[in-house]
């Protein structure tokens, strides 16, 4: 869809994409709340935390424009003419996105239109869920006694154009960091085994992650998709493959719920 504009007329207003972060309203960023303290209109994502959405002056219009698997409540072409629509007519414009918005965001995309049209604008980073859930799971990603480096992928696997590099990811001293999995567990698991990564790799999946419904599911990856099941896990969830995940066990102080779901016996304290 092309996007519309007014020729020969600038807009006045200056589009904010802006990082929500992971759930906790105290992980947003000053400069993220400062910019929502003159917020003329909100775009928002369904992952920003009702607590973040009360920060915004009443004042504002807030407009819903959340996306959850399968149900698309906007499409995104229609997200991207209502940022240029707003800015003619609103002096700032908010796209709120849940954590950072150029991690698996869309803010790219978004940032492309906004450029194309001539947009003023800024980006306002804010802290991605694999953060948060790091240091909210007491997982440190990179613990250079487990792991030389971490990766961040989509668990949507479905671009036939751009195969998953299951050999890549199957690299024992890479930690990996897998958004929006839980529903192709099975996909990613036989993905890795496939390609090398040792069976008993330990697993977390962390759900509401930095929220007060935090919970973390330990297991490993040969049991990946019995803890993607699980009936107590309540999207959005991120898991985390790799070694240093069995450091959750002692670095984990973050309202203490691990679940140990596979023999769904062991809470650990
Ligand atoms: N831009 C966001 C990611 C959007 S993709 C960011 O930087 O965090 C949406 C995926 O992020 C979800 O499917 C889930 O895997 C992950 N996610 C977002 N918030 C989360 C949270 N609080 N706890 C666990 N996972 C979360």
Not at 49 to 65: F, G, H, N, R, T
Not at 201 to 212: C, D, E, F
Request: hydrophobic share 45%; with cysteine.
């Amino acid at each position: 869809m092309d996007i519309l504009t007014m020729p020969g007329q600038v807009a006045g207003g200056k589009v904010w994409i802006v990082g929500a972060g992971p759930g906790d309203v105290d992980l947003l960023t000053v400069k993220a709340y400062r910019v929502l303290q003159s917020a003329d209109v909100v775009l928002f994502d369904a992952l920003v935390s009702s607590e973040i959405m009360a920060l915004i002056p009443a004042s504002a219009e807030k407009i819903a424009v959340g996306k959850r698997a399968g149900l698309h409540s906007a499409a995104q072409s229609e997200i991207n003419q209502l940022l240029v629509t707003k800015a003619y007519t609103r002096k700032n414009v908010i796209r709120l996105k849940g954590g950072d918005p150029f991690i698996f965001g869309r803010g790219g995309e978004e940032l492309q239109t906004i450029v194309e049209a001539g947009l003023d604008f800024e980006v306002i980073p804010g802290i991605t869920a694999a953060s948060g859930t790091a240091a909210y799971a007491g997982i440190p990603l990179t613990h250079r006694d487990y792991a030389q480096g971490v990766s961040f992928i989509t668990g949507h696997c479905q671009l036939a154009s751009r195969p998953m590099d299951w050999r890549g990811y199957a690299n024992p001293n890479n930690t990996l960091v897998v958004y929006m999995g839980i529903l192709n567990a099975n996909i990613i698991k036989t993905g890795l085994l496939d390609a090398g990564r040792a069976p008993d790799t330990p697993v977390a999946i962390v759900s509401k992650a930095t929220t007060q419904d935090q919970r973390t599911f330990i297991g490993t990856l040969s049991n990946i998709e019995q803890l993607a099941a699980d009936p107590e896990l309540v999207m959005p969830a991120l898991m985390v493959i790799g070694d240093v995940v069995a450091l959750a066990d002692s670095l984990n102080w973050f309202k203490p719920q691990v679940v140990q779901s596979t023999n769904l016996t062991k809470q650990i304290k």
